[in-house]
């Protein structure tokens, strides 16, 4: 009997270190979300580098900004750094960011974008309250960001957002998913741009792409939002100057309300798909809005059907 119960015992514990190695074994081939200098940074399996999640300002005057809480940097599979961060020409700019350039309160008005031409952006700030891997396989990951949008000391709204991530055939897909809440009566002003900004690189040879092929629509301006481009879908690709090369597709999904309209700042990587062109958007407390949206960030030799395959997916998907 106690030599049965020996065994027992060495059974259950041999269960135990199987399954602890196992668990460990998979930790090790799923992908990592780890702490970084600014926030959290999402690694592949192998270690690659996906994107930081920033939710601090960098020090100094690399950006012209209250607020963090975007993607930067973010990354090809081949390791290609893809976004820009407090460029030259837009110093507010924050690699994939979400903030409107103008939102109104009966006693107040704020920029959440960073611009602060059509709104007040001081003392107008986007704080991060968490940031957590939600779940994560050798396949892909889900992150979570909880952020609070602040005018002073007071909350205007509260944002949960999600990001799906998974690699195909040349490229990272990110699926984006924003849950903006107002806490106050607020409306979100018409402009042409604001909401989504995706922030590239334009250091090289530029150009724009939408199902027609190389995009033969007139220049957006951003007084304008009636010269907006239509949904679905557009490609920013940039061949650098050091020999790099990418591309970058943003698709709004269809079920988003409001529709998005689309405006590319002509002289630099930024698409915004923008849900506040159309008119503007009125909120009571508690009304949320939520918006969905893909990014495709390729190689240059990334398998293109499977780009399109993966464009033509997400059109087609129901998101509840």
């Avoid at 199987?18 to 668990?23: C, E, G, M, V, Y």
């Avoid at 990272?172 to 998913?177: A, L, M, N």
């Avoid at 939520?290 to 030799?301: E, G, N």
């Amino acid at each position: 009997m106690l030599y049965q119960s020996l065994l027992t015992r060495c059974a259950a514990s041999l269960s135990v270190a199987i399954l602890l190695a196992s668990s460990s074994f998979a930790n090790e081939n799923a992908y990592k979300l780890e702490p970084s200098e600014l926030g959290f940074r999402l690694e592949t399996p192998d270690g690659r580098p996906v994107f930081q999640y920033m939710t601090k300002v960098p020090p100094g005057d690399i950006l012209d900004c209250e607020s963090a809480c975007c993607l930067y940097p973010y990354y090809t599979p081949s390791g290609v750094q893809v976004g820009d961060i407090g460029a030259i020409d837009h110093e507010h700019h924050r690699g994939i960011f979400f903030g409107w350039v103008s939102v109104s309160h009966p006693s107040a008005r704020a920029d959440f974008w960073g611009w602060g031409q059509w709104a007040p952006r001081i003392g107008r700030r986007i704080e991060n309250i968490s940031v957590e891997l939600v779940s994560a396989s050798k396949s892909g990951a889900v992150v979570r960001a909880t952020n609070t949008w602040k005018n002073g000391k007071k909350e205007w709204f509260s944002e949960m957002t999600e990001y799906s991530v998974h690699e195909d055939k040349g490229f990272f897909v990110f699926d984006c998913r924003y849950r903006i809440t107002a806490k106050l009566p607020l409306t979100i002003d018409q402009r042409a741009f604001g909401g989504l900004g995706i922030r590239m690189r334009s250091d090289g040879e530029a150009s724009v792409h939408d199902a027609n092929g190389l995009l033969k629509l007139p220049k957006t301006k951003f007084n304008d939002p009636t010269l907006n481009w239509p949904d679905p879908w557009y490609r920013y690709e940039l061949k650098a100057t050091n020999g790099e090369a990418f591309g970058v597709t943003g698709v709004a999904h269809p079920s988003n309300e409001p529709k998005a309209t689309w405006f590319k700042l002509n002289k630099n990587g930024m698409l915004s798909p923008s849900v506040s062109a159309l008119g503007e958007i009125n909120l009571k407390p508690e009304d949320a809005l939520d918006l969905k949206f893909r990014i495709i960030v390729a190689d240059a030799d990334a398998n293109q059907k499977a780009v399109q395959s993966s464009i033509e997916s997400y059109l087609e998907s129901r998101l509840d």
